[in-house]
């Protein structure tokens, strides 16, 4: 006969075994918020900014917002975070609308009318996509900044690792969506569980193009010693600039894209490339 005692370890037991089932897979919906409602540009007041349809090989299509650079100025290839829409950053064009900066803003599957299901193969895949969309259009690899925001920040680091690009900017940056994911779970076994890892640790030493990150000191989102300890494993020139009292990418306020700007700005095109020359891809 069993006693209270065992019987309530097993209860727990068997409620916390439904609960990590639950959250394997359920994972996905968990990392991405996905919100698939389409809108145009102008609706975001943005009315020098184009919306576009990106076919990817496996048959969905992308929706992209384009704001195209003024002559001589580089182009931001921007990868955002795992919620919210497009017509949210509509500041961030604006911005950099302002200096001549161009910015293509690729929607993950399922966010802002792009179909499908968003996954990191399937995220790092599109991004490739885009960044060779633009190449085709006209701009110049040496014109082109990558820009990650929260998660994006692990599509960025990886597309950098396939593609030359003039800089690198990481907006609220993890190390890796497993350490995020045990850093807000403790109490359950991600480090196995989760199956889009995003290690931008990894891939930092051999990455060699500047490298700007961004961070607020009061983010709990992402911590800020996760930022520091990937820009700690990045090669020179990198910059790190923290804000006290931002939290989670909303440091606008205290000069961030500013920051930005002049740090494109500081590396023209002629400071070499993501990659080694012996990996330069067309």
Known sequence: MLTIGLRLIIAFAALYGSIVGLMYWRQRDLIYRTN?????????GLHEVLEMVLPTPDGEHLIAWWAKAAPGRPTILYFHGNAGHLSERAGRFEFFQKSGIGLLMLAYRGFSGSSGNPSESANVADAVLAYDYLRKSGVASGDIVLFGES??????????????????????????????????????????????????KSRMAGLHLPLLVLHGEADVVVPLAMGRELFDAANEPKRMATFPGAQHILHAKFGSLEIVR??????????????PERELRP
């Open 36 to 44: 698939t409602e389409r809108s145009a540009p102008v609706a975001a």
């Open 151 to 200: 998660l994006g920040t692990g599509v960025a680091v990886q597309v950098a690792t396939q593609r030359e690009a003039r800089v690198l900017v990481l907006d609220s940056p993890y190390t890796s969506l497993v350490d995020a994911a045990a850093y807000h779970y403790p109490w359950l076994p991600v480090r196995t569980l989760v199956s889009d890892r995003y290690d931008s």
């Open 262 to 275: 002049d740090f494109i700005d500081a590396h023209p095109r002629s400071r070499g490339s993501s990659l």
